[in-house]
């Protein structure tokens, strides 16, 4: 995988920052979700290499990157502050203006990061979620059975970290496996991957805290923007999956037009996970949607 994108690391506010960069042409930035890493793009970062500098990073707390230590704030995995990893990721590999692609945390990254940082990003396409605040507002039992991940996590320390520290592969074939398409939709090597990178010390806390920032930090940070009448104004596209429980739950393209100026979307006929159950589609809608 990824055998034509040359790997760096970064130096980000908190720490190393581990990121790949390939082909040529307007710079696109991919952010993985959870409990992934940058190996999700494997079924189409080659492709959109041939139209964009594509530049893939692994989210603090994920992948190959830092485990920031824990604040009782939860500051440190508020997407305000992941945001500022990716504005020096990019700056790092020379792009001052860019467009996003990302899936799940990583677009909650990229929510904030448009919302703080307009000058930087030029359009964002967003993979199976739905604003953090609209979802956490309208709630169901239903959605939170289907995502008890989100409220187990955000358990206070030190229990929910401890039970993933004792068995991280369990836990991630656990979450990643009960969805859709099960175990099946991931390659080999990707899911191995994803279960070394697991495997790292400090993994379970960092995960743990970005969901803590979620329910705290985050929420503050975007009621602050709603009472301010503040919306994205960069084009947002927003896919969501067929057989995933954001688009069951709720009404998505309400949710970011309440949030965004300029918003288009459409369901994909996949589970969660759309950039590997379903790469053709998300290849083709970024064609579409994103300039060269």
């Known amino acids: 995988m990824f055998e034509s994108f040359v790997a760096s690391d970064v130096e980000g506010p908190a720490g190393i920052l581990h990121t790949l960069r390939g082909g040529s042409g307007a710079p696109l930035l991919l952010m993985h979700g959870h409990p992934q890493t940058h190996v999700m793009w494997h079924a189409v970062a080659d492709a959109l290499a041939t139209e964009f500098t594509v530049v893939l990073m692994d989210l603090r707390g994920y992948g190959d990157s830092v485990r920031a230590p824990a604040d009782a704030e939860h500051q440190a995995y508020s997407k305000r502050a992941m945001a500022l990893d990716a504005i020096a990721v990019m700056r790092h590999h020379g792009f001052t203006q860019f467009q996003v692609l990302a899936h799940d ?27 953090t605040l609209g979802m956490y507002d309208n709630t169901s039992d239903a959605f939170a059975r289907a995502y008890w991940h989100w409220f187990f996590l955000i358990q206070p320390s030190p229990l929910p970290e401890a039970l993933i520290d004792s068995d991280p592969v369990r836990y991630l074939r656990n979450v990643m496996g009960q969805r859709h398409a099960g175990l099946a939709a991931f390659a080999p090597d990707a899911l191995a991957e994803y279960e070394r990178c697991a495997q790292i010390p400090g993994t379970g806390l960092s995960i743990c805290e970005d ?54 979307g459409a369901s994909v006929a996949s589970g969660h996970y759309i950039a590997e159950e379903a790469p053709e589609q998300v290849l083709a809608q970024a064609f579409e949607f994103f300039k060269n």
């Open 105 to 131: 945390r990583g677009a909650r990254v990229a929510h904030r990061l448009a919302a703080d940082h307009p000058e930087a990003v030029q359009r964002l396409m967003l993979l199976d979620v739905a604003p």
């Open 211 to 264: 969901y803590r920032a979620a329910a705290t930090i985050d929420l503050v940070h975007d009621r602050a923007d709603v009472a301010a009448g503040l919306k994205l104004r960069q084009p947002l596209r927003v896919l969501w999956a067929e057989h995933g429980a954001v688009g069951r739950y709720f009404d998505v393209m309400h949710l970011w037009r309440e949030r965004a100026s300029d918003v288009s």
